[in-house]
């Protein structure tokens, strides 16, 4: 029999944020990963994934609803996940169709396992292994650390890194008598927070509901090394410097000087939970004020700051704030209601941008644009040197020619920091100038009709 258990405050999160999609866009939740099996053994293989089964309760956890308060099942055993295709590989991008093929098929959130996986083999010699899983049972983090586990089960080079705690002992660790001053100074501060606003500027939606969105990438490798070599020299972060011209573009186009950003937590700040596999992260809210005075060396350390306060306060009962918080929103949706304008920052693998690469960036629209949720997001992924800044907007409040116009204040911005950081913030968009093709395209492309 399934042992039952509270969720955690990461996975109750994820609860609440993935109930919230639409059904036909359920598969938003899934992360891929790809591992190289060539020179392994089927044995081999099958066996490394059936000791990470039996090492993190993750991979043998279901979910069950519980009539609005949901409950995590871990099992004792459970079958390995695995479709076994064995077929000629000779195309070596075979894997990137595998795994969009496989990320697009979406979890049931509750009575099934989380997770699957297809391992194609030549000839009976293993190839690749694509999996997904969903966000409700791991986040990138805890990938990277399956990935890193698996190579060390198949390597006999050493041990697997050591073991962290179950997401059922965090479960019943955050609702320790110890934990309870963390609960508190969190409900203070989202108090504090909603004193001052949710950027009211900017709409929300019930859960499920669609609405028109504009989605625009821009693409570059330069950009990466930029704000890394602009974190350095402010004394911050590369997401802090990001953040901190999404948040001066957004502001100029609400014409307000402060706007709510969220950011995602990682969560993973004390070092027993650095091998802990499971969903950890968490939204939390920052008060970013836009002072157009400022320099923009001020503009950047403000806006580090107010981050670092905000993820001392990122791991909360997401149930319990929303009582904090009064009356629902008449929508119903506290996530949306909650989370009206995101950030987040993803350093998907350990290779470093390169502040020096002429290659042009690019800059594309989304045909199909995620319908639902904030009305506004960025997402930041760097990943291969190249980093890619999603941004999602709804046009009512954002027009295409605002999100352009936000996506290049980021570039614009950074590159500032590096050579005129005391220019005051209000001139930043006249004092840019044209923006090397490196960092930003001269021609934007029209938005789709």
């Known amino acids: 029999m399934p042992v039952e258990s509270p969720l955690s405050h990461g996975q109750l999160f994820s609860w609440r944020e993935i109930e919230r999609y639409p059904e036909d866009w359920l598969a938003e939740a899934n992360l891929p990963a790809t591992w190289d099996l060539r020179g392994l053994s089927t044995g081999q293989v099958t066996a490394a994934l059936e000791r990470l089964v039996a090492r993190h309760e993750a991979l043998r956890t279901t979910y069950d609803p519980g009539g609005g308060t949901p409950s995590q099942l871990v099992h004792e055993d459970v079958a390995l996940p695995i479709e076994r295709v064995d077929r000629v590989v000779t195309d070596p991008t075979e894997h990137e169709r595998t795994k969009a093929e496989l990320v697009a098929l979406p979890f049931a959130m509750a009575g099934d396992l989380n997770w699957r996986g297809r391992m194609v083999s030549s000839r009976g010699a293993p190839v690749y292994l694509t999996l997904t899983f969903s966000h409700l049972i791991v986040d990138v983090w805890s990938i990277h650390h399956l990935q890193d586990e698996f190579k060390a089960l198949t390597s006999g080079a050493g041990r697997p890194a050591p073991l962290g705690p179950a997401p059922r002992e965090v479960a019943r660790r955050q609702r320790a008598a110890d934990w309870l001053p963390r609960q508190e100074s969190a409900e203070r501060y989202w108090r504090a927070v909603l004193a001052e606003g949710l950027t009211d500027e900017l709409p929300t939606l019930p859960a499920r509901v669609k609405r028109e969105r504009l989605e625009l990438t821009l693409h570059s490798r330069r950009l990466g090394g930029l704000a890394a070599e602009a974190a350095r020299r402010h004394g911050v972060t590369a997401p802090a410097v990001v953040m901190a011209f999404v948040a001066a573009g957004l502001a100029r186009h609400l014409g307000t000087d402060r706007v709510t950003m969220s950011l995602m937590s990682s969560n993973r700040f004390a070092p027993e939970d650095q091998h802990l596999i499971g969903t950890m992260n968490q939204l939390v809210p920052v008060v970013t004020e836009v002072d157009r005075r400022a320099t923009i060396a001020d503009h950047i350390k403000r806006l580090h700051w107010s981050g670092a306060r905000a993820y001392r306060h990122g791991s909360y009962d997401f149930d319990r704030i929303t009582r904090v918080a009064g009356p629902a929103p008449e929508h119903g949706c506290w996530v949306n209601h909650f989370f009206r304008a995101w950030f987040n920052y993803i350093q998907v693998d350990r290779r470093p941008s390169d502040p020096a ?48 116009d936000i996506m290049r204040t980021i570039p614009l911005g950074i590159q500032l920091a590096l050579t005129d950081p005391g220019r005051a913030l209000k001139d930043l968009w006249s004092a840019g100038g044209e923006l090397p093709p490196a960092l930003f395209p001269s021609s934007p492309p029209e938005p789709p009709r």
């Open 357 to 404: 690469d002429q290659t042009p960036a690019e800059l594309a629209w989304t045909p199909v644009a995620q319908p639902y949720g904030q009305a506004f997001r960025v997402r930041v992924e760097v990943r291969g040197g190249r980093t890619s800044v999603l941004m999602l907007g709804d046009p009512e409040v954002l027009p295409a020619a605002a999100m352009t």
